[in-house]
């Protein structure tokens, strides 16, 4: 039972666009959502986070969007470039312990 | 300057082999990690260690074992190799509160043969 999912395990966007990458989780006491990033053969790297007290944080090209009634997030990337290319995860954890439940991981091709 | 470091990078072994995987952190965390992601590419934790003690032990079995010699170090000792332990195993650190980011090691890719 996968508490936080990313439906979409792919997505191919062209250099200058929108990239919109989804996810929904289950448990209502998360409290603190994270995206990270994943290249080939690294690690993941922190890429933006949200508290659930908010429904919008940006960074640069990238902002995270929090929808509490829905149990839904979305990470929003403006304008994708090449370099974005890379494997995308959500995370939640709750509010003890800070252990982060990730989602299965979005794959996200920029198209030049 | 690496600030999580794990050795080695790739481990290739037989089953019923014992083995070890390093992890240390420069950042002066107090909490560490082991996640395993799975050949789906799920990513799940299996233990936290804050200050050199226990606090989250998820459902593994327990011929996997953290070890913390200090702050900096939380190494994961494997006895008993079997074939469904064919992943790769990511250390992570970070300060212990809920909204402090985890910072991951470049994982450990352990082939049981």
């Known amino acids: 039972d996968q508490q936080v999912k990313q439906n979409s395990p792919s997505l191919s966007v062209q250099e200058g666009r929108i990239s919109i990458l989804n996810c929904d989780y289950t448990?209502?006491?998360?409290?603190?959502f994270l995206w990270y990033k994943k290249y080939p053969a690294e690690g993941p790297t922190f890429l933006i986070s949200?508290?659930?007290?908010?429904d919008k944080n940006e960074d640069g090209r990238f902002t995270v969007f929090l929808n509490k009634s829905a149990k839904h997030l979305s990470l929003h990337i403006v304008p994708s470039q090449p370099g974005d290319s890379a494997v995308y995860f959500c995370?939640?954890?709750?509010?003890?312990?800070?252990?982060?439940?990730f989602g299965g991981g979005t794959r996200l091709m920029v198209k030049p | 300057d690496t600030a999580v470091s794990q050795t080695p990078k790739y481990l290739v072994t037989q089953m019923g082999n014992d083995k070890s995987i390093k992890c240390e952190q420069n950042l002066g965390h107090d909490t560490m990690y082991w996640y395993k992601q799975d050949s789906k590419k799920f990513l799940k934790i299996m233990f936290s260690y804050n200050n050199k003690e226990l606090i989250i032990n998820e459902t593994v079995p327990n011929r996997f074992s953290p070890k913390s010699p200090d702050k900096a170090h939380l190494n994961l000792h494997i006895n008993s190799l079997e074939l469904g332990d064919s992943a790769v195993y990511f250390c992570a650190s970070s300060q212990m509160t809920s909204t402090d980011t985890q910072y991951f090691g470049p994982g450990t890719r352990l082939t049981v043969l």
């Open positions: 995370a939640a954890s709750l509010n003890a312990g800070n252990m982060l439940t």
């Open positions: 949200i508290s659930s007290i908010k």
């Open positions: 448990n209502s006491m998360f409290d603190y």
